[in-house]
C-alpha cells in the first residue's frame, strides 16, 4: 500500500474522459437553467487537484464540434475527441444523410488533428445495456462505419464497449490488421476475460468510478497491468459513491481520507454555492480519488500510479509534456 501522506504530495492527472460539453457544466439540466454557469471554477478545481490535460469526448458531431472549440479555447489543458457515441448512433440515421454525416465527422476530426486539438477517434463502439437509446443492427452499422474512417486517420481509437462483448469483439478484431492504431476501451465495466481479451490485442483500460462499482470490478481492475491503465472520470457520471464497491477503499486509505475530502464540498444544485461542487455532477477534479483507488487495489503509492497513467496517457495520445496553459 501507498506510505505517503496525500496532503504533502501534489500529483499530476491527465483525465482522458470528461464530457466537459454537457449542459450540467455550465448550471443546465434536462433542458432547465438550475444554477450559474461554474465552467471555469470547475476547470480551476481541477487544476487544483493536480489535473494537468483533459480529454473532453465528442459523443455526437454537435458535441465533437463543441469538444474542439473547447480545445480551441484552453489549449495544452483541454484536448478533443471526435466520434459518435453508440446511445447517439440514431443522430446519424435521422439526420436524412448518413453520407454527409460521416464526411464532416471525418473532416472535422482531421483538422483537428492537424491542428493538434484532437488526440482520438471516439467515443464509438456499441452499448447492448442502453438499447432504447439505440437498437443493437443499428449500433453494429455505424461502429463499423466509424472503424471505416478510423483506417483513414491514423489516431488512437477511444472505445466504449458495455454488454456487447461478442458482437463488439467480432467487429473490431478482424479489422485489427488495417487499423493503424489502437487505443482505449473507456469506462471498463467488463470481466476480466473480456479485458485480458482487450489487452492481449493491444488495447488499454480506462478505470473510472464506474470501473470500480462491484467488487467483481475491482478484483478486474486490480490485474490490469500498470502498463496498460488509464485515469478518467466520465464526468458529469461515474463518480464514486458510498454505496459503491470502492468507497470501502477511500475509508482504509486513512492517509489519504483528508486530502481526498478537501475541496470536495457538495450542495445541491437548487441550493448552489459559488465555489461548491454539485451533489451528484461528478468533476474531473475527482480524478484523485479513484487514483487512491487504483493504487490501493495495487499495492502501490499513488506517485507511482500517476506516473505510470500519465506515461501511458503521453504515449499513446501524444499529449505535450509542457502544462502551461493558455486560456484566451
Known amino acids: ?9 501534489q500529483h499530476q492527472y491527465i483525465d ?19 444554477h450559474e454557469d461554474d465552467f471555469d471554477a470547475i476547470l ?11 480529454l473532453v469526448t465528442g459523443s455526437n458531431i454537435e458535441e465533437s464540434r ?31 444523410d448518413p453520407d454527409k454525416y460521416f464526411a464532416e465527422l471525418e473532416a472535422l476530426a482531421r483538422k483537428g488533428k492537424e491542428d493538434g486539438t484532437v488526440k482520438a477517434f471516439g467515443e464509438i463502439g456499441m452499448d447492448y445495456a442502453r438499447l432504447h437509446y ?51 476501451v473507456h469506462s471498463f465495466t467488463g470481466t476480466h476475460e473480456e479485458m485480458t481479451s482487450f489487452v492481449a490485442h493491444g488495447f488499454s483500460i480506462g478505470i473510472n468510478g464506474c470501473s470500480l462499482k462491484t467488487e467483481e470490478n475491482l478484483a478486474v481492475a486490480r490485474e490490469v497491468p500498470l502498463e ?11 463518480e464514486i459513491r458510498p454505496s459503491h464497491a470502492s468507497s470501502k477503499l477511500l475509508i482504509q486509505a486513512g492517509k489519504h481520507e483528508q ?26 477534479c ?19 500510479l500517476c506516473e505510470v497513467a500519465w506515461a501511458n496517457s503521453v504515449k499513446m495520445f501524444g499529449f505535450e509534456e509542457s502544462v502551461e496553459y493558455n486560456n484566451s
Open 66 to 96: 463543441l469538444a474542439v472549440q473547447l480545445a480551441e479555447q484552453h489549449k495544452k489543458l483541454l484536448y478533443a475527441t471526435v466520434g459518435v457515441h453508440p446511445c447517439h448512433t440514431m443522430d446519424i440515421e435521422t439526420s436524412g
Open 228 to 238: 496498460r491503465i488509464m485515469l478518467e472520470t466520465d464526468a458529469p457520471w461515474c
Open 44 to 54: 480551476e478545481r481541477a487544476r487544483n487537484r493536480g489535473v494537468k490535460k483533459m
Open 16 to 34: 482522458i474522459g470528461a464530457n466537459l460539453t454537457d449542459p450540467m457544466f455550465r448550471g443546465v439540466y434536462y433542458d432547465k437553467q438550475k
Open 286 to 304: 475527482a480524478i484523485s480519488q479513484v487514483a487512491a483507488v487504483v493504487a490501493e487495489l495495487k499495492g502501490i503509492s499513488v506517485e507511482e
Open 259 to 284: 486530502a481526498l475530502k478537501s475541496g470536495f464540498d457538495k450542495v445541491k444544485k437548487e441550493k448552489f454555492v459559488k465555489g461548491k461542487m454539485v451533489s451528484g455532477r461528478c468533476e474531473p
Open 1 to 9: 500500500m501507498a506510505t505517503e501522506n496525500a496532503d504533502a504530495v
Open 134 to 184: 439505440a437498437p443493437a443492427d443499428v449500433q453494429r452499422k455505424h461502429f463499423t462505419r466509424q472503424l471505416d474512417i478510423a483506417e483513414k486517420l491514423d489516431l488512437p481509437l477511444f472505445l466504449h464497449m458495455r454488454d456487447c462483448a461478442d458482437d463488439f469483439n467480432a467487429i473490431l478484431y478482424p479489422r485489427l490488421s488495417t487499423l493503424p492504431r489502437r487505443g482505449v
